[in-house]
């Protein structure tokens, strides 16, 4: 993808370190319907789900029809950051409600890219990208993001230790290897309440333990920043796992993923970074 990105601080951010922060994007009114609609969704995760992601949290697919959610998705400030950060044709795909209970264990180092053998997994421009928002104030001792600076696209050793994310090796790794480990070169991403963070999807990310007696609930949402100019078996296959969405309200038609109506064959699905991420 060749696409000339502004040079904005956060702009930079975005492609040199792999993340930046706007702050305050939601107003008070939306970040309390949000906490009360995520702690009902969180109030009905059976047991099983409870322990199978206890590292994440939860991991709750977001209903996008649901009216806050909506107004979520389609946030004024959010959009007007990624014009700011240079997005040409921004695209929600999905959007996940990861919310740690007081005192859960620390979340697992991942990336969340999946078309590592497609060359534009070695753009400097991102695919995709998360939006992820906190409900609470987040600081290391109740479960901040971490992430890794410029791993996004550049290899290092803890690369080839990580298997697959949020598949079973991950749900069932042991609390105390080094997937859950601090790492030299991490830093930690304390945020307020209602600020946004915009990461790559390919960079490696962690979160903090909570260690608190406090819930701290985490929405995470999937955008292509640059859908329009994404290959087209990437398109394909996002056309293919995208649930139907005919009954979209009319406010998201500018904003979610187009059905897929070429003719390209949907490319695999790979989460493993091979030749194109640089040593
Ligand atoms: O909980 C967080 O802070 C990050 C969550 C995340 O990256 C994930 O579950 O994929």
């Known amino acids: 993808m060749t696409i000339s990105s502004p040079s904005t601080p956060e702009a930079r951010q975005l492609r040199s370190a792999g993340y930046c922060l706007f702050p305050g994007v939601l107003d008070r ?54 014009t700011q950060v240079g997005f040409t044709d921004p695209k929600y795909w999905s959007g996940y409600l990861l919310s740690k209970a007081p005192h859960a264990p620390s979340l697992y180092w991942h990336q969340d890219w999946w078309a590592w053998h497609i060359p534009c997994s070695a753009d400097e421009e991102p695919s995709q990208v998360f939006a992820m928002y906190y409900l609470t104030d987040t600081r290391r001792e109740n479960g901040c993001l971490r992430l890794i600076p410029g791993t996004h696209r550049k290899r290092i050793p803890l690369h080839d230790e990580l298997p697959p994310a949020h598949t079973d090796e991950t749900y069932h790794s042991d609390e105390h290897s080094i997937i859950h480990g601090l790492h030299p070169d991490e830093v930690d991403v304390p945020v307020k309440a209602g600020d946004v963070v915009i990461g790559d999807a390919r960079l490696l990310h962690a979160a903090h333990a909570n260690q608190t007696d406090e819930r701290r609930s985490c929405l995470t949402l999937w955008y292509f920043p640059h859908y329009a100019s994404l290959p087209e078996t990437i398109k394909a296959a996002i056309g293919k796992m995208s649930p139907p969405r005919e009954n979209a309200p009319s406010i998201m038609r500018d904003i979610l993923v187009p059905p897929y109506t070429g003719t390209a064959e949907p490319c695999q699905f790979n989460r493993v970074p091979e030749e194109y991420l640089a040593r």
């Open 29 to 82: 009114r939306l970040l309390a319907d949000l906490i009360q609609v995520t702690e009902e969704l969180v109030s009905r995760v059976s047991p099983e789900d409870r322990e199978r992601y206890r590292y994440q949290g939860s991991n709750i697919a977001i209903d996008d029809r649901h009216p806050v959610f909506t107004r979520l998705i389609t946030c004024p400030k959010t959009l007007d950051a990624f």
